[in-house]
């Protein structure tokens, strides 16, 4: 029998209109990362605090001291915002939880 000619010469001049997924205009590069980030904390030396002082045994009782690493609202500051270094934030998480049981910080600010 006749061959199946697949006459479907679909000519459509398709491929235009979608945009394919190519890059854009833009880098894989930050847009300029400009003053004004947020987090109320400023970046202070990279350096650890207790180390800087040579603190090994951080005193619970230090409220004023403890208070630098504690939120407003009574939490403990994450490490990445104080420059703790690591040893120093676990001695300070527990010198802060000593100080709650005390009393001397709150454990959660009510609002
Ligand atoms: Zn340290």
Known sequence: MPEETQGKSSAQAEGQGTTGPGPGPRGPGRPGGGPGGRGKFFRRKKVCKFCTEKIDAIPYRDVRL???????????????????????QRRLTRAIKQARNIALLPFATRH
């Open 66 to 88: 403890l208070q630098q690493f504690v939120a407003e609202r009574g939490k403990i500051v994450p490490r990445r915002l104080t420059g703790v270094c690591t040893t120093h």
